[in-house]
């Protein structure tokens, strides 16, 4: 298949986990990838193993959570490619598990928020202001199951990821007649390495919820977020898409 050719897509999160995942496959169907990451030498690494595929990529070290970085690097992004056709957010981090609310503390609280929300806030904004140019984008914000129904011992995690879902709904009316659509992904327990240090009681609750009784792979989760993203889905935003094995109830 060939559906991104000649298209640029940013995929923040983009060196390792969904976010690699999903930039490898949009690369191999044609298109041009900036890489937006915190982790300086997993986006070098993804940056050699891109280009030794013959993809075109870019990588850049990019905070979520601060305006300025964001800015900048969309900015540069879009002077590097001409253009930005789709931007999917996959950063994010999960943050205390199995830890109730009385237990939870603020610190922890806000630094999920500032990457999960702010993040997501500041992806879409910045993404918008290159895709306006053009009347045309598909941006695409991963939330999660447990924004959809929230996960005990996950307060920041399920409450950010709610907000995300809000924000998808509420910026995909705002652009609903521009050619950009703004549309959201809630998985269930993805095998990634996020999940490395997710608490084993915890894990086994949100499997235990999963009536395939699996984990979900990248390469499931890749492969509906490149159609997603791709010039196909043409008549859907606001909308929040399901890949949970069966857990979602709405």
Same mark, same amino acid.
């Given at each position: 298949?060939?559906?991104?050719?000649?298209?640029?897509?940013?995929?923040?999160?983009?060196?390792?986990?969904?976010?690699?995942?999903?930039?490898?496959?949009?690369?191999?169907?044609?298109?041009?990838?900036?890489?937006?990451?915190?982790?300086?030498?997993?986006?070098?690494?993804?940056?050699?193993?891109?280009?030794?595929?013959?993809?075109?990529?870019?990588?850049?070290?990019?905070?979520?959570?601060?305006?300025?970085?964001?800015?900048?690097?969309?900015?540069?992004?879009?002077?590097?490619?001409?253009?930005?056709?789709?931007?999917?957010?996959?950063?994010?981090?999960?943050?205390?598990?199995?830890?109730? /609310?009385?237990?939870?503390?603020?610190?922890?609280?806000?630094?999920?928020?500032?990457?999960?929300?702010?993040?997501?806030?500041?992806?879409?904004?910045?993404?918008?202001?290159?895709?306006?140019?053009?009347?045309?984008?598909?941006?695409?914000?991963?939330?999660?199951?447990?924004?959809?129904?929230?996960?005990?011992?996950?307060?920041?995690?399920?409450?950010?990821?709610?907000?995300?879902?809000?924000?998808?709904?509420?910026?995909?009316?705002?652009?609903?007649?521009?050619?950009?659509?703004?549309?959201?992904?809630?998985?269930?327990?993805?095998?990634?390495?996020?999940?490395?240090?997710?608490?084993?009681?915890?894990?086994?609750?949100?499997?235990?919820?999963?009536?395939?009784?699996?984990?979900?792979? /990248?390469?499931?989760?890749?492969?509906?977020?490149?159609?997603?993203?791709?010039?196909?889905?043409?008549?859907?935003?606001?909308?929040?898409?399901?890949?949970?094995?069966?857990?979602?109830?709405?």
């Amino acid at each position: 298949m060939e559906r991104f050719i000649n298209q640029v897509a940013v995929v923040s999160g983009g060196a390792d986990g969904l976010g690699k995942g999903i930039a490898n496959l949009i690369s191999s169907e044609g298109g041009s990838v900036a890489l937006f990451d915190i982790n300086e030498d997993l986006l070098a690494k993804a940056v050699s193993e891109f280009t030794k595929q013959g993809f075109k990529v870019a990588g850049f070290k990019v905070d979520v959570s601060k305006e300025d970085s964001v800015k900048s690097a969309m900015e540069k992004a879009e002077a590097t490619f001409g253009k930005i056709d789709v931007m999917i957010n996959c950063a994010g981090i999960v943050g205390p598990t199995s830890t109730k /609310i009385t237990d939870y503390s603020v610190e922890d609280y806000d630094k999920i928020y500032e990457i999960n929300l702010r993040g997501s806030f500041l992806m879409t904004k910045y993404a918008i202001k290159a895709m306006e140019k053009h009347n045309y984008g598909r941006i695409l914000l991963l939330a999660s199951m447990a924004g959809k129904e929230g996960n005990p011992g996950m307060a920041g995690y399920s409450s950010t990821k709610a907000g995300v879902i809000g924000l998808v709904k509420c910026i995909g009316k705002e652009y609903a007649t521009t050619g950009i659509t703004v549309n959201g992904l809630a998985p269930a327990v993805i095998k990634t390495a996020m999940n490395d240090n997710t608490a084993p009681e915890q894990l086994a609750y949100m499997i235990a919820k999963i009536p395939m009784n699996r984990l979900g792979t /990248i390469d499931e989760v890749a492969k509906l977020s490149a159609w997603i993203v791709s010039k196909e889905s043409s008549f859907t935003t606001g909308f929040i898409f399901d890949i949970s094995g069966g857990r979602a109830t709405y």
